[in-house]
């Protein structure tokens, strides 16, 4: 029986846990990480919702991920939201996110109008890269609704599998993809990281949508988001296989 894979996901809120709870039904192990695991109430609530986990400081959590591990950005966006900011929280990854895949699921927006804080032409996890330069940053997660990652076999939309766009270094793009299918998405690879800044463009305009200033028939009343930017492929016949 193969080794069930590692995730460690910084951050118990609503993000992490429910990407944590799809992993932990998939077969992978996952640990939350946190500043302060003895007096994080999100933490604790995290544990007694899926036993399966466990939690502990971020550093630890991120050295217990492994080699072949992966550790995932659930927290808030401004915690990426400056280079400061992320050259902070680069830090308390500690020495073993060398050598790691880091899964960036923030968006760095503005929490008045929901506009992206980078300026034209960068994003979050670029800059991140540049403050883990042994690490390869990914982007993922972020263009795509919380309830969503909670059905992503599309119940809440199509019902068809739903996709998902990320960016990062090629040679760790399957690992990548393999947490993302894991998660229960179709993992679509778009490149390198330079394109993060495209998805974080289009998590704005998702949120923007969302909360009904594009046209009030984006939204639903109940503050759901009926609709998902899925990736549509002509299917190949076997001839051109």
């Given amino acids: 029986m193969a080794t069930p894979r590692r995730c460690a996901i910084i951050g118990a809120g609503r993000i992490g846990t429910i990407l944590g709870a799809r992993l932990l039904s998939a077969g992978w192990e996952v640990r939350y990480g946190s500043r302060d695991p003895a007096h994080s109430r999100s933490l604790k609530h995290a544990l007694k919702a899926q036993p399966g986990a466990s939690g ?30 992320c050259a902070a929280l680069a830090r308390s990854l500690g020495p073993f996110a060398a050598g790691k895949v880091v899964v ?71 690992d990548v993809g393999e947490l993302i299918a894991a998660v229960g998405f179709e993992p679509q690879y778009v490149g390198h990281i330079r394109y993060a800044r495209n998805l974080e463009a289009l998590a704005e ?29 002509r299917q190949r016949a076997a001839s051109e296989e």
């Fill in 205 to 233: 305009l998702y949120i923007h949508l969302g909360a009904g200033r594009g046209g009030a028939h984006w939204a639903a009343p109940d503050g759901t988001r009926p609709f998902h930017f899925q990736v549509l492929r």
């Fill in 56 to 85: 502990s400081r971020i550093d630890d959590a991120v050295e217990w991920a492994g080699r072949g591990g992966a550790v995932l950005l659930a927290v808030p966006g401004s915690a990426l939201a400056s280079e400061a900011a």
């Fill in 104 to 174: 960036d699921a923030t968006n760095p927006l503005d929490s008045e109008l929901n506009e992206l804080v980078w300026e034209r032409g960068r994003s979050s996890a670029e800059v991140l890269q540049e403050a883990l330069p042994e690490s390869f940053v990914f982007k993922a997660f972020n263009s795509v609704g919380v309830e969503h990652m909670a059905a992503p076999d599309a119940k809440l939309v199509t019902g068809q599998r739903l996709t998902l766009m990320y960016a990062g270094a090629e040679e760790r793009a399957r």
